[in-house]
């Protein structure tokens, strides 16, 4: 198999809160609500102990992690782990866009690493929407989801012995 085609994800912000501060001497707390965390990433690196593309024979579709929604008292979701692609060295990738291929990278040294899919920003907690006429927001966003893209990835052979000589001098 030297040629695959593959789904890659990244993934999904996380929400932000809708909080309010309470506590028992603060009759009047205003909003606390934190923001989601970013999606994570999905990234494709060469590795020189990979020979080949089998591993793409069954699964197709990668996603990356989300990222965990916002809390009270202003605290940030978690960021969403990124996800690591290994594929061997002389791996070209190509982004597929409406039956055309554009080339997006082509990975010809070791651990030589591209960003395929980016991951969705996280949402914002209502602290952020507090204004002079509005002190009590009851408003957050919701994360961004993460991009999702359709990948070709073809592997280049590189023949490690060649052999240089006349066609008919019996190179057999």
Known sequence: MDKVEIIAGGGSGGDGVVSFRREKFVPFGGPDGGDGGSGGSVYITADRGVTTLRQFRRK?????????SGG???????????LLIVVPLGTVIFRKEDEQEVLLADL????????????GDGGLGNVHFATARNQAPR??????PGEELCLILDLKLIAD???????NVGKS
């Open 108 to 119: 010809s040294q070791q651990s030589q690493k591209v960003l395929v899919s980016k991951g």
């Open 139 to 144: 408003v957050a966003t919701k994360g961004e």
């Open 60 to 68: 197709k579709r990668f996603k990356a992690a989300p990222g965990g």
């Open 161 to 167: 012995v060649g052999i240089i000589g006349y066609p």
């Open 72 to 82: 009270r008292q202003k605290r940030h979701g978690a960021k969403g782990g990124d």
